[in-house]
């Protein structure tokens, strides 16, 4: 990997629009307030509303891309724009043989929900469920690979009476299923739920979701997505930042890494390092934990579990501790990874991490004499830095 010894950290003229919630006081205090700024100012904005007790609802990008309202589809922001490999070079991913759009909205297949369960412990926030269809009787056969997303369309219309409009979510299932029978796919979905003029706003999807019953229909488009691929090499080494359900790739690969009858299936025996950053409120919020932290029981060579439970932990400056701040402890090492040409970073969740994960890398890359922000679009044109965050 070629790599800059320029010392100057390059400005980035992005906009991004944070949406808060909970800023002032009294009547106030829950309504809705919007920040414009550019990208070096982000960081310091939202450290700011922290301090201030305000909740960040989304951050959007300057084209308005990333907001997550009831009656929008939460699709995923549009990456940064993708700089192809040079055509001499294999594609780090491959992206053979990876489907798309085998179901369109206009013509979506009809899956059958098998099961519906709550991923929370008692005491958690919220509502995050594992929501399973059944793909059996398609033609073609609905099928998908770790790191794609499909899309619902739920039942019902929308405030103009128009059929509601798909949303998009990150498969958490390998391409076998949670049964390994090849016919399922898993979603894991958290209901939006947020105040409005003293109102409680449901998300038109994810409740949708989230209330469904086992043998219920559900309209089903897709797979998309080549963003969040896993590259073919079992020697690779992939270090994933999660936030909420931005869990859900995270856990089709290591699934596809360590879970036993999925490895059996799979032919595909990672020998590679894993490293996950997991950001959830509180430790009845953290999803799949039992799974991650089996694997890492079993392999503990091979992964590392760490995380940012934000209303438990704190981190150095006494604020909530985000993935950010793990990443920021652990940046030389994270850095270290990077340097390594087999080295993977996959983002997934929320927006606002990127700002500091960028901040603590650019810190890392400077202890180097290197300059992240040449660094970083050639590890995305390198196809090894892999972002889908809202
Ligand atoms: P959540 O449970 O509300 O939050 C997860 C954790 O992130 C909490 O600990 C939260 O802390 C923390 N957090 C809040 N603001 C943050 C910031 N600026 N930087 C870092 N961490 C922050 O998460 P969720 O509702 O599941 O939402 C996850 C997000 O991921 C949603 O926006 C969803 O749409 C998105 N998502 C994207 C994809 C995709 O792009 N493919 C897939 C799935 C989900 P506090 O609440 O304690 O402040």
């Not at 307030?33 to 201030?52: D, E, H, K, W, Y």
């Not at 509502?127 to 690979?145: E, S």
Request: charged share 25%.
């Amino acid at each position: 990997m070629r790599v800059s010894t320029g010392r100057a950290i390059q400005s980035d003229s992005r906009m991004f629009t944070v949406v808060v919630e909970g800023l002032g006081i009294g009547r106030q205090r829950q309504a809705e307030r919007r920040f414009t700024v550019p990208f070096n100012q982000l960081q310091g904005l939202m450290q700011s509303i922290a301090q201030q007790g305000g909740r960040i609802r989304a951050v959007l990008g300057a084209d308005g891309a990333g907001g997550d309202t009831p009656a929008a589809a939460p699709a995923p922001a549009a990456p940064a724009p993708k700089v192809k490999a040079a055509p001499s070079k294999p594609a780090a991913v491959s992206h053979a043989d990876v489907p798309v759009n085998l179901y369109k909205p206009k013509d979506p297949f009809i899956g059958t929900v098998t099961e519906n369960y709550s991923l929370l412990a008692d005491g958690a926030i919220g509502r995050v469920n594992h929501i399973t269809f059944d793909l059996k009787g398609g033609d073609p056969q609905l099928h998908y690979v770790e790191g794609q997303s499909i899309g619902i369309i739920p039942d019902g219309t929308d405030a103009n009476g128009k059929p509601n409009k798909l949303r998009l979510y990150s498969i958490a299932s390998t391409r076998h299923g949670d049964n390994l029978a090849g016919d399922t796919v898993s979603l894991c979905v958290r209901q939006l739920q947020y105040e409005k003029d003293g109102e409680t706003i449901n998300g038109v999807c994810s409740t949708f979701l989230c209330d469904i019953e086992p043998g219920a229909k559900v309209k089903i488009t897709g797979p998309v997505g080549k963003e969040m691929l896993l590259p073919a090499d079992e020697d690779a080494n992939v270090i994933m930042l999660a936030t909420g359900t931005g869990i859900a790739p995270m856990r089709t690969y290591l699934r596809r890494m360590f879970e036993p009858a999925e490895r059996e299936k799979n032919g595909w025996t990672f020998k590679g390092k894993a490293w996950l950053f997991m950001g959830a409120p509180t430790t009845a919020n953290l999803l799949y934990d039992d799974d991650f932290n089996r694997y890492q029981e079993q392999y503990p060579d091979n992964f590392r579990y760490t995380k940012a439970i934000s209303r438990e932990q704190q981190n150095a400056s006494g604020g909530r501790m985000y993935i950010q701040d793990r990443v920021s402890e652990n940046a030389e090492e994270i850095f270290s990874w990077i340097e390594n040409p087999k080295t993977h970073v996959y983002m997934c969740g929320l927006r606002g991490m990127e700002p500091g994960i960028d901040e603590a890398m650019a810190t890392a890359a400077a202890a180097k004499n290197l300059n992240w922000s040449e660094l970083r679009p050639q590890l995305k044109k390198a196809e090894r830095w892999h972002v889908e965050t809202y």
